[in-house]
């Protein structure tokens, strides 16, 4: 009874990379701690479950940073305000329970806010040419690339659109088609955002989605020395990722993807994986997270999502049961090897753990993409259907005001998703499928129950992954940041 409370607790990370608009402007946490003077009790809507050696994991819908471990100790404060009392009555450890969000003031409305997106990213669709032809690609493909002239307005619209929305940052996805095709044109392009943000006092990301196919030593080279970060999409290990992203004459890309990969990790630019779950390939998945492992890469799980040019392609749809199951074998394989890096953000399609949030994408919001000629859209399956160009003085703002096939409806407004406990992390899921295969947005996601089957399981990874790298310290347990 002589242990000392301990929590461990990851330190805050950047988002993770995904090849969509990612979540910006989730909920403001501001939490009461120890200013308030009143009494305290566990938090509503507290996520609890347990994990070897009588610890436990905790996950507030109402703080930053996902999954908090407990040790016995710790657990026992924390049981202890079953019983609402006092923080100043309670171990020291109280205080930062409070502020992690395991505990809230007795009668307190939760803290929480719709925050201010800080970052607009813009899809680049640099050319819409491609030399794979994947089952599910929803484009189709012109072979037409963006020109210079283009590309710079492009870059002036979207530093245009951040200084009258107030976004700090700019993120740029050199995106088709395969962007590598016109990487003449992302060296361009880069040198002249550096020097536009830099002139607007703005924060500028970028990064290059590609296939790997036609990536080459100088590419990779520029890009490590530019500070762009690359993603290369990887389905699964031989035959696995060939049944779904082959060359027009039907031969499989993976030995080129395999060389691609490993010569970015050689040249000092580790890729993030992006692994498109189908019907396909749902039952070698395991290997691929072997594959991700084994290279010590990042890597996001993205479902499958049917468009108009791949719905005759049937077996790319799978059931939810394989799903599960596969995704379970995924975890297990995880598990079993329990990686110093943090894996939670890119376990579940388009679920993001770094902050609680209401839109499950950026769509309509703090993203903009824009076509080889200029057109702008809310999405890049909606390329097609430009609402403004990158001539008008606010595209983003024209963007939020232009209805489109979807509604990118805030979670607590889904039907079946405002008592969900995971709400603050799905946020109902891509609203655009949503849309597609029930009629409406505002409608829980198809693939709910798959997200509520794997999301206990992948917090608990979390939790052991956090209970064997972290080292304890009297109050606390920090993940240190190279580990995250």
């Known amino acids: 009874m002589n242990e000392r409370p301990h929590l461990f607790i990851g330190l805050p990370i950047e988002a993770s990379e995904n090849d969509c608009a990612y979540p910006d402007g989730g909920y403001a946490t501001a939490s009461p701690a120890p200013q308030h003077q009143g009494l305290w009790q566990i938090a509503p809507e507290l ?159 970028e990064t290059v989605l590609s296939n790997g196919v036609a990536l080459t030593r100088a590419m990779i080279t520029f890009l490590a020395e530019a500070g762009i970060s690359l993603m290369i999409s990887l389905d699964g290990i031989g035959e696995a990722h060939d049944a779904q992203r082959a060359f027009p004459n039907g031969r499989g890309s993976f030995t ?29 998945l395991p290997a691929a997270v072997a594959f991700a492992l084994d290279h010590d890469l990042r890597f996001n799980l993205n479902f499958y999502r049917e468009s108009e040019l791949t719905a005759t392609h ?32 890119g376990l579940i399609d388009r679920s993001a753990f770094d902050q609680p949030h209401e839109h499950a994408c950026g769509a309509g919001l703090s993203y903009l993409v824009i076509d080889q000629r200029g057109g702008v859209s809310a999405c890049q399956m909606e390329l097609s ?52 295969v029930t009629g409406r947005s505002d409608l829980r996601s198809p693939f709910c129950a798959v997200y509520t089957a794997i999301y206990p399981e992948a917090v608990r990874l979390e939790g052991l992954r956090l209970m064997r790298w972290a080292s304890p310290l009297p109050d606390t347990c920090e993940l240190l940041e190279r580990f995250a």
């Open 314 to 345: 049937t077996d790319l749809a799978a059931h939810d049961d394989q799903m599960i199951a596969g995704l379970r074998e995924a975890l297990a394989v995880i598990v079993e090897r329990l990686p110093r890096r943090r894996l939670l953000d």
């Open 385 to 436: 259907q430009p609402a403004t160009t990158v001539a008008a003085a606010d595209p983003l703002g024209i963007i939020k005001l232009t209805p489109t096939s979807f509604r990118n409806v805030p979670a607590r407004e889904r039907e079946g998703c405002a008592t969900c406990v995971w709400r603050p992390w799905c946020a109902g899921g891509c609203p655009m499928l949503t849309q597609r």
């Open 47 to 205: 996520y609890r479950a347990a994990l070897p050696d009588n610890h436990e994991l905790a996950v507030s819908a109402h703080a930053d940073g996902g999954v908090v471990v407990l040790n016995p100790a710790a657990k026992r404060v924390l049981d202890s305000f079953a019983t609402p009392c006092s923080l100043h009555e309670a171990p020291a450890i109280a205080e930062r329970m409070a502020f992690r969000g395991l505990l809230a003031p007795v009668g307190a409305q939760p803290l929480l806010a719709q925050g201010q997106p800080k970052t607009l990213t813009a899809w680049l669709h640099v050319t819409d040419a491609c030399n794979l032809s994947c089952v599910y690609c929803y484009l189709d493909k012109s072979g037409e690339a963006m020109d210079e002239a283009t590309g710079l307005r492009a870059i002036d619209a979207v530093v245009r659109s951040a200084l009258r929305h107030s976004f700090s940052t700019i993120k740029l996805k050199y995106a088709g088609g395969e962007a590598t095709l016109n990487f003449g044109l992302v060296r361009k392009l880069h040198a002249y955002a550096v020097e536009s943000a830099a002139a607007a006092g703005l924060t500028l990301r």
């Open 256 to 284: 080129h993807v395999r060389r691609a990969i490993e010569r970015a990790s050689a040249g000092g630019l580790a890729p993030n994986l992006s692994i498109t779950v189908s019907g396909r390939n749902i039952a070698q």
